[in-house]
């Protein structure tokens, strides 16, 4: 496979972002030494190719701690991607909103996250990493600028994540609304803190599936997550278009 700078994770529904890459090769994760994705809307795979002025490898699903596997097997493919030259990282996922004013069908871009799945793939080491900046300060304040050029919304907050995989109670979500988030998920966190362990630049961005348990009369369902997840690819397409469009930052 081809040295990529940058690695980029589709998450539930959003794998048809892997549309705009020239794809030279492809890895599955099988081949790739991870473990079998699973889940429904993850298709498993590597795409390594170009986009714009970007070497990218897009990884195609990933795996989740709800379907059995560690902290250590869940993160196996972003120390994968670190191998194969990646030292930019771009997260995505489908989570739901406890923001009123970020409706389901927007993006929200990370600025920071709970991790409350009381695990870590840095546990067996005395890895004590810096964590005051995971979403990198440059990259969102690049990725800010494209989204408002190209009439983007694209709201910032807090991403908490748990072990799912029910989705949560009403009681719940006012936990998490009263701990400071504003989106939640069963991804993410811990890709984030192994790539910040490797000295990867890191930005991540939920796609708001739905308004979280309780705060409407609906409830939670994957076929919708996946279905609203697919409706919103196309802005995030737009915005990473934009960004490789330019070699740098
Ligand atoms: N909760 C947890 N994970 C999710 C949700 C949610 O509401 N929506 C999409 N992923």
């Known amino acids: 496979m081809t040295a990529a700078k940058t690695g980029i994770v589709l998450g539930s529904g959003l794998g048809s972002l892997a549309n705009l890459i020239e794809v030279y090769s492809e890895v599955s994760f099988e081949e790739a030494g991870l473990h079998p994705s699973l889940v429904s809307g993850h298709a498993g795979r590597f ?18 701690l709800y379907e059995g596997h560690d902290a250590k097997a869940v993160t196996a493919g972003i ?54 900046a995971v979403y990198d300060p ?31 109670t009403p009681a719940e979500i006012r936990m998490l609304r009263t701990l400071g ?21 890191v930005a991540a961005f939920s796609c708001l599936t739905n308004w979280a348990a309780g705060m409407s009369g609906e409830f939670l369902s994957h076929d919708e ?20 469009a330019q070699e740098t930052t």
């Open 181 to 201: 988030a504003d989106a939640v998920g069963m991804s993410t966190v811990l890709e984030a803190i192994q790539a910040r362990a490797l000295g990867m630049r």
């Open 79 to 132: 120390r994968w991607l670190h191998q194969q030259g990646a030292e930019t990282l771009i997260l995505t996922n489908a989570a739901g909103t406890l923001h009123p004013d970020h409706p389901p069908g927007h993006w929200m871009m990370l600025t920071d996250h709970l991790n409350l799945t009381g695990t870590s793939p840095l546990e067996g080491g005395p890895n004590f990493i810096d964590m005051s």
């Open 47 to 64: 795409l390594a190719g170009r986009l714009g002025e970007r070497e990218v490898i897009a990884m195609q699903g990933r795996l989740h």
């Open 138 to 168: 440059r990259l969102r304040i690049r990725f800010s600028q494209l989204a408002e050029a190209a009439g983007l919304p694209l709201h910032e907050g807090v991403y908490a994540a748990l072990r799912g995989p029910q989705y949560e």
């Open 225 to 244: 997550v996946i279905g609203t997840g697919a409706d919103a690819a196309p802005g995030m397409t737009e915005l990473l278009k934009a960004w490789c």
